[in-house]
């Protein structure tokens, strides 16, 4: 009786601590090691990082350069305008759709040619076409660059062949390809696997080379490169619980198999979580010389991506003064800020609910 005791208490014990180290196990869930040089997965509309490996370390990245030359396209050309070939785009090296000196082309059908087959000619002659030299359009990528806050990043062509100044990051690529992504076109040009010409009035038709378009059933594009010094790119945008994610991997021998694997992680690692909806008054400020104070509104939903086993904290920074005014509605004062593990991973800024017109006492002072 004593050892058939022992033995269902045994069974119980053991039973319990396998039990235990498989919740610890999915709670803090190791990272995959992902065979790249540089890597990264973000929320596109938050920017939250869900994944990366040298995140920021600058590289040469191939034809992935052509996200940022069909997003200066999408933004400054008329998509209908026919472009001459010239005879430096039809002799460009590398990977090309095949345009022939003298042929003209709409501008639209010159951004499928770059994204579906990697279109060196392409990408010449849409720099050409739209700002008259190759120069000069890659002086608006890189201007444009700075403008969406991406600043590791230097162009030096519209196509990415090696060049000793063409450089970027795995994040800089997935902030401009979050931008790229807000364009409706871009998303159906980037996810289409076959693209009929007669339907479209095209000079060719088209079919995409990017392999992860098959390979995952959530992805939804977007850019597929390679060159001897950036090794094999691939930047990838996926849909994972209803959300946008984007994933680069930079030098990856393995690109389709590594690329899958970050996406499992994200898939099986992280929720999303709404920390504050639209309007929701996160804070408040006194206003000189008034009881009401000042709200601090939220100005959009507030949803990030929240990793199991992690806590997440949220701080309001406030305006350390006293409110005066004059104040509009809507104006940014203070932020939203959400850190995990010590660390800021998202901040926001809050907006005034409502207008102030008095002045302050200096200012009334001086009549001004």
């Known amino acids: 009786m004593h050892r058939k005791f022992y033995k269902i208490f045994s069974y119980i014990v053991i039973t319990a601590l396998i039990s235990a180290n498989l919740i610890e196990v999915k709670v803090k869930a190791a990272e995959p090691y992902i065979d790249a040089r540089t890597a990264v997965a973000i929320d596109a509309k938050s920017k939250v990082v869900l994944y990366e490996k040298n995140a920021h370390m600058l590289v040469p990245m191939a034809s992935t350069t052509k996200i940022m030359t069909a997003l200066v396209a999408l933004n400054y050309g008329d998509l209908d305008r026919k472009i001459e070939i010239s005879a430096k785009a039809a002799s460009i090296r590398g990977s090309t759709v095949g345009y022939k000196k003298g042929e003209k082309v709409p501008l639209k059908e010159l951004i499928y040619g770059l994204m579906l087959r990697s279109g060196n000619d392409a990408a010449i002659a849409i720099a050409e076409g739209l700002a008259g030299s190759v120069d000069e359009f890659v002086r608006l990528m890189n201007e444009y ?17 090696d060049s000793q100044n063409h450089y970027s990051t795995a994040y800089d690529l997935a902030v401009i390809t ?17 693209v009929d010409g007669n339907e479209e009035g095209f000079t060719r038709s088209f079919h995409n080379i990017n392999k992860i378009l098959s390979m995952l059933e959530n992805s939804t594009g977007v850019k597929t490169g390679y060159t001897g010094q950036a090794g094999k790119c691939l930047v990838t945008s996926v849909t994972i619980k209803d959300h946008d994610v984007i994933i680069v991997v930079l030098n990856s021998p393995g690109r389709w198999k590594e690329t899958e694997k970050i996406n499992d992680y994200v898939v099986k690692n992280y929720e999303y979580k709404k920390f504050f909806s639209k309007g929701d008054v996160v804070s408040e400020v006194p206003v000189d010389n008034e009881k009401e104070k000042l709200q601090l509104l939220a100005e959009e939903d507030i949803i ?5 086993g992690l806590d997440y904290e949220v701080k309001v920074i406030k305006p350390n003064y006293e409110i005066t005014g004059p104040i509009k509605k809507d104006f940014k004062l203070g932020n939203v800020d959400i850190y995990t593990e010590g660390k800021k991973i998202y901040s926001k800024p809050l907006i005034a609910d409502r207008n102030i017109n008095k002045k302050g006492i200096l200012r009334r002072l001086l009549g001004i």
């Open 304 to 308: 990030i991506p929240v990793k199991q």
């Open 145 to 161: 660059a700075n403008q969406i806050g991406v600043y590791n990043t230097h162009f030096e062509s519209p196509h990415g062949l």
């Open 178 to 194: 979050a931008k790229a992504r807000e364009n409706q076109l871009f998303n159906e040009i980037v996810k289409s696997k076959d």
